[in-house]
């Protein structure tokens, strides 16, 4: 009968209506949930029966169903937080964790990158699962296998001091000394000075003064002398010679020839450690101006370097751009600690929600693949910032007032069924 048929069709509309109602609902309770994607209830139309015998025929529907709740993925707007640790995805693709959720042990799938360094010095969520990428491999470069990031616990060793490089002006009116250079008495035999500081293999830090002798028009020499506590067999509180060279000029005041040696060894060492100066490049192999130069004016040291450092420890971590984690340490150096993967899906909609802003593969959703943000359609990190949710709550409300309204006309579908059939039972008195 038709009237039953009716009753069953508002029904059907009350629950279409109030499913719908239960996904707006869900998506303006997470409109503030990191990385959240809104949902959408499809709905389909339902056969009852065709109609056969009458003039026109026809089809009879019995109401709607539930087709599928669709997953938006579009992107979310990017917050700024400051803290380092805080990573954004714009683009496509989601980061990767392993842990617990729910119950269920295994490897998930977010757009939350709400990280934190955990007790453990992993970077894990606020949950406690360990976010997933390419733990540095020693050499500078973030490869190898997939696994657990651990940042918080790096250290820098010790680099001796192999380079010391020099870029200074010599006068070439500066008075030419009568005496031999005295590493006991540098200032009155020398015409200027240089300072800097090198290290050993344990990394001690020693102060070195390079002073420049002028010797003979367009011919100087130096001297590295440091404290002789520093070096084995020296004095302490005066002056050892570690390193000497020449370096010859011409009229032009470019560098055209230089010589050194080295005979630095610190205390306690069993090995003497080679110091080179790098001076310039000579001519004709250079322009012999890259480097220490003698033109008429004040002795002037333009820049001054060595490649050593002292032991570190880590003192802050920044993440680029390619989910690069650089570790920046106490004695100056910088180094990559670990990448952070990023996986991306073919159908990312059908990804199954596990709660806890965590997504778990499916049949449906493909499997992953798994590489470094920016590449292959994935998207770039954003440091120090947080995806938003992406629901519109101005949307939400006219699906809202839609749905009230669909639930209002469904409900009178059934009650005007219902006096109808009321009406049929009166016919019998």
């Known amino acids: 009968m038709s009237l039953l048929s009716a009753l069953t069709t508002g029904t059907a509309g009350l629950q279409a209506n109030s499913t719908e109602l239960s996904v707006i ?11 959240f994607k809104a949902g959408r209830a499809a709905f389909q139309d339902q056969l009852l029966q065709e109609i056969i015998g009458s003039p026109g025929g026809g089809q009879m ?6 087709q599928a709740i669709q997953r938006l993925v579009t992107q979310g707007s990017i917050m700024e937080t400051g803290l380092a640790t805080d990573l954004a995805l714009d683009g ?3 980061f990767v964790v392993r842990g617990a959720q729910a119950g269920v042990q295994g490897q998930f799938y977010t757009r939350a990158g709400q990280f934190r360094v955990d007790e453990s010095d992993y970077l894990s969520t606020l949950d406690g699962l360990r976010v997933q990428g390419y733990p540095n491999t020693g050499t500078g470069q973030a490869r190898g296998n997939i696994g657990d990031l651990k940042v918080g616990s790096a250290t820098a060793v010790a680099v001796p001091t192999g380079n010391i490089t020099i870029r200074a002006n010599l006068d070439s009116n500066a008075p030419i000394p009568t ?4 590493p006991l008495d540098p200032s009155a035999t020398a015409s200027f000075a240089t300072t800097t500081t090198i290290y050993d293999t344990l990394g001690n830090a020693h102060t070195v003064d390079v002073y420049w002798q002028h010797t003979a028009p367009g011919t100087w020499e130096f001297h590295a002398v440091t404290d002789g506590a520093n070096v084995t067999g020296g004095t302490a509180g005066q002056g050892s010679e570690i390193a000497t060279g020449t370096l010859d000029f011409d009229t032009a005041g470019a560098l055209v020839s230089s010589t050194q040696s080295s005979n630095f060894l610190p205390t306690g060492a069993t090995q003497p450690q080679a110091l080179t100066f790098n001076l310039g490049t000579p001519i004709p192999t250079g322009t012999g101006l890259d480097g220490v130069t003698q033109f008429a004016g004040a002795g002037t040291t333009t820049f001054v370097s060595q490649d050593g450092s002292s032991y570190g ?9 390619r989910g690069e984690v650089i570790g920046a340490f106490t004695n100056g150096a910088t180094r990559i600690l670990g990448q952070v993967a990023v996986a991306d899906f073919e159908a990312p909609d059908r990804l199954q929600r596990m709660g806890g802003n965590m997504l778990q593969e499916t049949v449906d959703s493909g499997q992953p ?16 910032a947080l995806e938003q949710s992406n629901v ?19 409900s009178k579908t059934i009650t005007t069924a219902d006096q109808l059939l009321q009406e049929l039972m009166q016919i019998k008195r």
Do not use: C, H, W
């Open 25 to 35: 609902g869900d998506n303006i309770a997470n409109a503030n949930t990191i990385g």
């Open 61 to 66: 529907g019995l109401g709607s169903r539930l």
């Open 92 to 94: 496509s693709g989601y």
């Open 179 to 182: 005496a031999a250079f005295d």
């Open 313 to 321: 420890e880590l003192a802050s971590i920044q993440i680029n751009t």
């Open 369 to 384: 693949t798994i590489g470094d943000p920016g590449a292959g359609g994935r998207g770039v990190i954003k440091s120090g």
């Open 392 to 410: 519109d709550l101005a949307n939400e409300f006219v699906r809202m007032i839609a749905a009230q309204r669909g639930f209002q006309a469904n």
